[in-house]
């Protein structure tokens, strides 16, 4: 089993800045690559929002926060971060964090319970 505790969530004036953190236990999340969704309010779906390699660094990120935020990680405290600036008040939702796989498009496979992200304007 994984579990995924997400912390760092708040409440933000447009253009300001917060940063998520992730941490994990569970026998896989050493070796699997890490990644973050959101759902907005009033949407049905997640969208992706970054994912990292744990292997390589590698990074992905949505077009609507690429340079804004940033992903990183930290292999020996088993954490995942994400550095959210310039936030915009379509950044409102609920952040997730997770652990999947990373070929090429990243896939979840595991979810924390998120975290919410207030903007206001």
């Known amino acids: 089993q994984v579990q995924l505790v997400e912390s760092g969530g708040g409440f933000v004036q447009a253009g300001g800045s917060l940063k998520l953190s992730c941490t994990a236990s569970g026998r896989t999340f050493s070796s699997s690559s890490k990644g973050w969704f959101r759902r907005a309010p009033g949407k049905e779906r997640d969208e992706f929002v970054a994912a990292i390699s744990w292997s390589d660094g590698r990074t992905s990120y949505a077009d609507s926060v690429k340079g804004r935020f940033t992903i990183s990680r930290d292999n020996a405290k088993n954490t995942v971060y994400l550095q959210m600036n310039s936030l915009k008040p379509e950044d409102t939702a609920v952040y997730y964090c997770?652990?999947?796989?990373?070929?090429?498009?990243?896939?979840?496979?595991?979810w924390g319970q998120g975290t919410q992200v207030t903007v206001s304007s």
């Open positions: 997770t652990t999947g796989r990373f070929p090429g498009t990243y896939y979840a496979d595991y």
